[in-house]
């Protein structure tokens, strides 16, 4: 995200890479923006349980069958903001 994104902050604060590496995930910022995008909290998961290779691969072939997260954003479409 944008330097100014809470998530972001976040993130490097508690010197982590992805959020489902926290161990408070699914915090309250993700599941704000979990309003917008239907299936973050569900890959999220997924990402936990196969890991980052393999979750990966799975993206891979999810764009090849056309897949795109912003055909699924719903409104309102917002960042959280602590």
């Known amino acids: 995200g ?8 976040c993130a490097r ?7 489902v ?11 704000r923006l979990a309003k917008s995008y239907v299936t973050l909290i569900a890959d999220g998961e997924r ?12 993206q891979k072939k999810r764009a090849e069958t056309g897949f795109c997260y912003c055909d699924i954003r ?6 959280p903001v602590d």
């Open 74 to 79: 719903c409104q309102p479409d917002e960042a």
């Open 13 to 19: 604060k508690r010197k982590i890479d992805i959020c």
């Open 47 to 58: 990402l936990r349980r196969i890991g980052l290779a393999g979750w990966l691969k799975e």
């Open 2 to 9: 944008p330097p100014f994104c809470d998530i972001r902050k």
């Open 21 to 31: 590496s926290c161990p408070d995930w699914p915090c309250h910022r993700i599941k």
